[in-house]
């Protein structure tokens, strides 16, 4: 029995496959775009439990999307990656909408982890890794 829906949005295939590899299982059912246009046609199909968004998409912002889905769905918690720098605007829009900002690259299984102690805590915004400390 399905139990959580989780979409991933990235345009990189091996991302796409590696997260959608980690939190697939019997209990869980992972949707997976390469692109912003596809996960918001998913978006109006199927209510996520968990939505993990690239930052930079080749058609759009994952930020966006990020918006577009705590409007629709407040419960979904949302998990922002990006390999790039944040600035003070983006960081500002993260706080207020997602729930884990995840800096690429990170390992999977502290992704993981963190992921299962935001739906077990509600956490507010935390930070998997950050890129000026070279925290783990």
Known sequence: MVTRRILIVDDEPLIRHSLSAAFQNENTCVHAAPCGKDGLALLDRIVYDLCILDINLPDMSGLDIMENVKEASPATK????????????????????????????????????????????????????????GAD
């Open 78 to 133: 949302i998990v922002i990656m990006t390999a790039g720098v944040v600035d003070s605007h983006m960081m500002r829009r993260i706080q207020v909408n997602a729930n884990l900002l995840a800096y690429k690259p990170f390992k999977l299984d502290r992704l993981k982890r963190t992921v299962e102690e935001v739906f077990a805590q509600g956490a507010d915004v935390c930070y998997l890794q950050n890129p000026l400390d």
